[in-house]
């Protein structure tokens, strides 16, 4: 299975770590593998589609332009506990709205083949404006908004 323009199918396993916490036993999960379809599939991994939005392309670039990009793997919880990758995804929104809903999320260091798939993405469908959703009362080209009202009064 080859990737394409906006999707790259991997193949990704989960390992699960138990650590002696004092008396108790805690119990984490981490990514053990994952590796492209073009692979043979490693036992116990499951198919995902890394698949990229061009509504999602900001938070592309936020991450791909930061020291450590990552790539964030949701996950189901099963009835007996246990974890099953579900989806992958390069924008950190996507994973921050799981976190909040109380789905597992997993993130690991981007690697460089898919930042530059992701780079190329971006480049082919253009940039977008980066804004900041929680200020979207100022505009700061027309000196408008609550933080410059001072200014205007001393004119």
Known sequence: MQHTESQWPM????KKIEKQVGR??????????MLPATHAAPEGAYLILLELHKDERGSYRINIDMDNAMLYIVCDE???????PVAISADQNVAAGCLE????????????????????F????GEV????????????????GPSTDHVADRL
């Not at 099963?78 to 099953?84: D, L, P, R, V, Y």
């Not at 809903?101 to 190329?120: G, S």
């Open 101 to 120: 809903a109380d789905t597992p999320v997993l993130n690991i260091p981007m690697p460089k083949a898919i930042a530059c798939w992701i780079e190329a």
């Open 122 to 125: 971006i480049t082919r469908h």
């Open 78 to 84: 099963t009835e007996e506990g246990e974890w099953k």
């Open 24 to 33: 108790w036993t805690s119990v984490q999960w981490e990514v053990d593998q």
């Open 11 to 14: 193949y990704v396993s989960l």
């Open 129 to 144: 404006e980066i804004c900041a959703h929680r200020r979207k009362h100022v505009n700061r080209r027309k000196n408008e």
